[in-house]
């Protein structure tokens, strides 16, 4: 349902853009975001966006530096992300945000932030 790219090796204070794509005829009418999970941790949601993409809204520790957007004609959302810290170090997904229409999770595409 869900295919991520754009994932890599990059130094602290780099910046890298994720994409989104998928193959769900009801992606453009639903909330998105993108997720991580870093080795050890919980899976948690980095940014959000609604089907119109008004009103995107972030976690605190990547307000400022990480930008979602959305192309629904493209069935595809992007994941900004400059100002690259090791702690953003982590498997990247993107799922919706309602539990209940949440598809299957993809394989992810893998940031690794270098100090």
């Known amino acids: 349902q869900f295919v991520e790219s754009g994932g890599g090796l990059v130094q602290a204070g780099g910046s890298l853009r994720l994409s989104c794509e998928s193959s769900d005829w009801m992606f453009s009418v639903r909330s998105a975001g993108w997720y991580r999970q870093a080795p050890g941790k919980e899976r948690e949601l980095v940014a959000g966006i609604s089907a119109g993409a008004a009103s995107p809204n972030y976690a605190d520790s990547v307000k400022g530096r990480f930008t979602i957007s959305r192309d629904n004609a493209k069935k595809t959302m992007y994941l900004q992300m400059g100002s690259l810290k090791p702690e953003d170090t982590a498997a990247y997904y993107c799922?919706?945000?309602?539990?209940?229409?949440?598809?299957?999770w993809g394989r992810g595409t893998q940031v690794t932030v270098s100090s």
């Open positions: 799922n919706y945000l309602t539990p209940g229409t949440q598809g299957s």
